[in-house]
């Protein structure tokens, strides 16, 4: 149905909390870089509208950290555009504060605790490659 595939691979040693938020502020950045998947409104039989979801699904993956680095280094590679979140980003309380910490580190050093991305089926299956359905 999709030429597409949108994945979220998580670091496998988060606490739940973690999980649920990082996963949040990944599939933000996918919805941001590709504002097409979102669908229409939704109206409850009272005509209570809410807001539009994703139409396309994504796949919640899990990894080790040496399993996230190389998919980070993967989609780098390629020239994919991707969600990512620092271990550091923990800490903070702001975007800008997100920012500022995210820049101190290069995919060398950086700590990933998640990593999101949209690309072709093909490609995004080769990128991350190595990466478990997250349970």
């Not at 005509?47 to 796949?59: E, F, G, M, T, V």
């Not at 923990?90 to 995919?107: C, I, K, L, Y």
Request: hydrophobic share 40%; glycine share 6%.
């Amino acid at each position: 149905m999709f030429d597409t595939k949108v994945a979220i691979v998580l670091r496998n040693d988060l606490k739940n909390w973690q999980l649920l938020n990082v996963t949040a502020f990944l599939m933000s950045g996918i919805v941001a870089q590709h504002p097409d998947i979102i669908g229409e409104p939704y109206i409850d039989r009272d005509k209570n509208i809410y807001n539009p979801l994703s139409r396309q699904p994504a796949i919640v993956l899990t990894a080790d950290q040496d399993t996230i680095a190389k998919v980070h280094r993967r989609a780098l590679e390629r020239g994919v555009t991707t969600s990512l979140y620092v271990e550091e980003m923990f800490s903070t309380g702001h975007d800008a504060a997100n920012r500022e910490v995210f820049g101190q580190f290069s995919p060398d050093d950086a700590k990933v605790v998640g990593i999101a991305l949209r690309a072709e089926k093909r490609v995004a299956d080769k990128i991350i490659k190595g990466a478990k359905m997250h349970p």
